[in-house]
T-cell receptor
Framework: ELKVEQNPLFLSMQEGKNYTIYCNYS?????LYWYRQDPGKSLESLFV?????AVKQEGRLMASLDTKARLSTLHITAAVHDLSATYFC?????????????FGQGTILTVHP | KAGVTQTPRYLIKTRGQQVTLSCSPI?????VSWYQQTPGQGLQFLFE???????NKGNFPGRFSGRQFSNSRSEMNVSTLELGDSALYLC????????????FGQGTRLTVV
C-alpha cells in the first residue's frame, strides 16, 4: 500500500526566512503533485513533477523530485504572510490506479511578521 | 473556462438519512474523482469515474457509492449516514490519462447530526 509522509506537519516561519517541506513516499510513482489549501477552501494545484530531477518554480516556491530517493521537496524562499496555508503533496500511480491520488498529511505553514 | 462545480456547498443531515452530492467537471475533462477530507484522517480517496464506469475505489464501506453520467457529471451518494461521515467532500476532474493535473472543486461540507 502506498504511503505518503510529509514533514514537518507544522511550520512556523518568520517573514523573509527560507524553509523546506519534505514529502516521502513508499512506492515507485508515476507523478507527484503539490497542492495548497487555504482555510475553508478547496485545493489549488501548484506543481506537477513527472521525472527524476524535475524542478518547478513559481514565485517564492520551488518543488523538486528525486524518484530514486522517493522524495520531493517544496522550498520556500523569503517567506511572506500570503504563503500561510496548508500544503499537501500527493502521489499518483500508473496503470489501473491512474485516477487515484494518495495524499500526505499536509503541512500547516504559518508565516509571522 | 469554468472550474469544477460542486453542489450543494453546505448540507446538514440527520443520522440514518441519505445524501447525494453533485459534481460538474471542467469542460472536456472525462475523469472525476471524489475525496473525503476530515481533520483526523486527512484526504482520502473515495472513487474515480471515467466514461460512466468506476475505475478505482478507495477503502470505504458500501454505503458510499457514485455514478457518472454521459456528460461526465458525477454524483456520489452516502446512505444511512453516520456522525463520522461529517466531512468536506471534494471532487476533482482531469483528463483521464497522460500528463494531467487534477483540479478540485470548492467541496461540499456535510454535517451529520
Amino acid at each position: 500500500e502506498l504511503k505518503v509522509e510529509q514533514n514537518p506537519l507544522f511550520l512556523s516561519m518568520q517573514e523573509g526566512k527560507n524553509y523546506t517541506i519534505y514529502c516521502n513516499y513508499s512506492t515507485t510513482s508515476d507523478r507527484l503533485y503539490w497542492y495548497r489549501q487555504d482555510p475553508g477552501k478547496s485545493l489549488e494545484s501548484l506543481f506537477v513533477l513527472l521525472s527524476n530531477g524535475a524542478v518547478k518554480q513559481e514565485g517564492r516556491l520551488m518543488a523538486s523530485l528525486d524518484t530514486k530517493a522517493r522524495l520531493s521537496t517544496l522550498h520556500i524562499t523569503a517567506a511572506v504572510h500570503d504563503l500561510s496555508a496548508t500544503y499537501f503533496c500527493a502521489v499518483g500511480l500508473g496503470g489501473t490506479s491512474y485516477g487515484k491520488l494518495t495524499f500526505g498529511q499536509g503541512t500547516i505553514l504559518t508565516v509571522h511578521p | 473556462k469554468a472550474g469544477v462545480t460542486q453542489t450543494p456547498r453546505y448540507l446538514i443531515k440527520t443520522r440514518g438519512q441519505q445524501v447525494t452530492l453533485s459534481c460538474s467537471p471542467i469542460s472536456g475533462h472525462r475523469s472525476v474523482s471524489w475525496y473525503q477530507q476530515t481533520p483526523g484522517q486527512g484526504l482520502q480517496f473515495l472513487f474515480e469515474y471515467f466514461s460512466e464506469t468506476q475505475r478505482n475505489k478507495g477503502n470505504f464501506p458500501g454505503r458510499f457509492s457514485g455514478r457518472q453520467f454521459s456528460n461526465s457529471r458525477s454524483e456520489m451518494n452516502v446512505s444511512t449516514l453516520e456522525l463520522g461521515d461529517s466531512a468536506l467532500y471534494l471532487c476533482a476532474s482531469s483528463f483521464p490519462e497522460g500528463i494531467s493535473r487534477a483540479f478540485f472543486g470548492q467541496g461540499t461540507r456535510l454535517t451529520v447530526v
